[in-house]
Every structure is written in C-alpha cells, then in structure tokens.
C-alpha cells in the first residue's frame, strides 16, 4: 500500500512531472524543430522513428490534463518550457510559445497547482545545434537570453526554478554513448558538453538572480553504480561510473571542482580555461531536485578505451525499460547527497517512477508497489535526518519516451494514442487514496 500523506513531515509536497517534447506536440503552435525531431527523422535512432510531432497533443488538451493533476490530489505539477517552441531559430521569440505558458501557469493557478518550472528538458532548437549545440560556448550565453524571456512573462507565477533537467543525460548519454539527440559518440564533444551544459546553468542562475527570481535549483539524475565484484578492476570500474554519473555535477555545482577519477578520461578534451567557469558553476543554490530510477551494475573492461567499463545484468525484478527495481538506491542518494554535498539545502525528489506494458483495462499493480517501496525510501532519508521536501512522480501520462518512442509507458494515466483518450490506472487511483486529506 502506497504510503498516506499523512505519514510525511506536514507541508511535503506531492507532484507529477512532465516534459515539454514529451507530450506537447512540436507540430502545433509555431514551435521550431528541435533537434530531437532531427534525431527522430534519421533511421536507427528512435523505435518505429516515433518523434514528439503529436505526442499526447498537450498542446490543445492541456486543460484536461491538469484536471488529471489536480482531480489526483497532487500539489504540484513540474513541467517544463520548450526552448525551440519559444525561440524556434533558437534566438527569435515566438509569440504564441510565450501565451501557451502564460495560459498552463494561469491554469496551475485556477487549480490551485504549485507550477515547478524546468526550463531546459532538451529540445534544443536545431539552429542552435547547427551550429555545434553544447559543444559550443555560445549555446550557454543563448540558454541565457531564453532564461529570461520565459521569466519575463512566467516567472512572477512560478514556485520555483530548475535551470538544466539531467546534465548526464543532455552531455554523456547523448554524445558519448550517442543513444540520445544529437546522437553522438566522441569523447571530445562528451567533455565539452558535460562542462558546457554546467556553464549553461551558471549563466542561467545568474541571469535569473538579476531578475530578482527566487527558489532557484537545477534537476540532478542518480543511478547507483555497483561493481560487478569485489576485484580491484571492478570495483574502480563502479568508481569511475560512479564519478562520470553521480558527482561529476554535484561535486562542481556544491564544491566547486570536477572529480579526479573522471578527469582521467575527460580532462584533455575540455573546453581551454573550464576552471574559470566554476565559481559562476557553483553559486549558491535554493534547492536540489534527485531524479532516481534505478542501479547499474560495473565491470571492468580492459581491452576497451577509457572509461574502460562495461554492464553486467543484475539480478534483481526489472521493469519495461529493463531497470531494476532498486529503491535503496534513493534512500543512499538522499543520505549522500545530504552528508557530502547538500548538507541542509531543500532536496526533492523531482522523478521516480516505472514503465510498465501497461492496458487501460489492466490494472498497474505492478506500479502501486514501485511507488510503496520508493515512498518508503524516502521515509526512511527524512527518518535519516535528510532535508527533503517533496516527491514528483514520473510521469503523469503515457508519452515519448526519447529514443523508446511509444512504447515504453511511464504514465499515471493511460494514453491512446489514436484517439488520445486518457484513462487514469489502478495507480492513478491508488495515490488518489494515498493523497487524500482526512
Ligand atoms: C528521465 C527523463 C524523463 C523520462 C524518464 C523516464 O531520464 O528526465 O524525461 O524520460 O527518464
């Protein structure tokens, strides 16, 4: 049973999240294409060369959508601002990508919804990656300038702010292991994005701070890094994973330094005087936001390039996507990130949740106790003493799951995707209960 709100410090707040290109539609509303609808139209990258063209057509449906919202009990809702719907050359704004905001901000208020803002959740505009994307420094002076025109016109009716949702994910997944737009694998490009996509939030907190905005954070992803044995070369393969994923970023934004075991590989390919740019990296912060899902499992590889590592399956129930169901892997997060970089700053878990081959007419059971065993986690790190405020659940709908397309379904509710009919699941109810007040 999914734990009752009530069994949580008074005032933790209770979210769904969404992204932007995930169910908006980027056909609709004058949005530019970005550079995940060029990723999508080249064959190999995205399952059934499935893109983000309709989506869940949020863009007409969102009022429905927040009905979902807040008919679940939820507080909250995070969603985020699509850069090359705002800006579709990626510098000139578009009118109608400021009023659709301006419209889903004022709908989160005649709800009575708390609007957590994530402005950077990838859709970069594809002139912008033209021009060598977060490879190139000019990319986080332009980040700037959309900062703070969506602040301009959104900024006095949101929560809070969270600059960058996943740098790993915008810098190494996507150009080291290339399994996401722009699709490359190259160790250079990797190294400049991974410092880059940081400078891009410094200049962001900067810009923002001008503007007087407060609450003022950036989206983080953890996934625990097991060494497939006790050997030495395994376990430095779990440590330099551990470094590359889970605290390249923290270390940089909350100690101001990258750390050494991911320097090994990286530091001959970052941009020339990165150290320079790591006092506006690591000003303060309001909050962190903790996106968690799973554990890998290392191995050494020896007869490959640095990192030198590879996977090993585990053992442990896994869900649609293949990722283990691991919500120890939370609670140590949250205790660690509190212990060695966080020590006291609000944290939120801003994403957890599970795809399941889900059916409107079958029940995500399944769900219910992925939800119950990562709500626990959470107990247990704010038993731990750990400063956390409140818990997002990914995601409230079916959607574009990047490079899985369609397939793989995360949501709360159901999404047909022919009719686009939405049909709340057995889990939907089930923290419709846990929510409840009285
Ligand atoms: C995270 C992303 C989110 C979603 C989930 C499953 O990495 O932030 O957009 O795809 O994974």
Redesign the pocket.
Known sequence: MIPHRASFPEGFVFGA?T?AY?IEGSSFGGAGPSHWDTFAATPGNVKHADSGAIACDHYHRWAEDLDLVKAAGFDAYRFSTSWSRVMPDGVTINPEGLDFYDRLVDGMAARGLRPFLTLY??DLPAALSDKGGWRNRETCHRFGDFTEEVIRRIGDRVETVATI??PW?VAWLSHFLGAHAPGLRDIRAAARAMHHILLAHGVAIERLRALGQKNLGI?L?FDHASPASDRAEDLRAAAVQDAIFNRWFAQAIFQGSYPDLALEGLAPHLPPRWQSDLPLIGQKLDWLGV?Y?TRHIHAAAPDTAWPATREVPGPLPKTQ?GWEIYPEGLQGFLTRLERDYTKGLPLYVT?N?M?NDDHADIPDTVRESFIAGHFQAAQNAIAAGVNLRGFFY??LLDNY??AEGYE?R?GLVHVDYNTQVRTPKASWHALQRALARN
């Open positions: 999240a992204a995930q959740h990838w949702n996943e994910c989206v992803n996106n899902y996507m994403e949740g795809a990914w995601s799951e990047w793989k995360f």
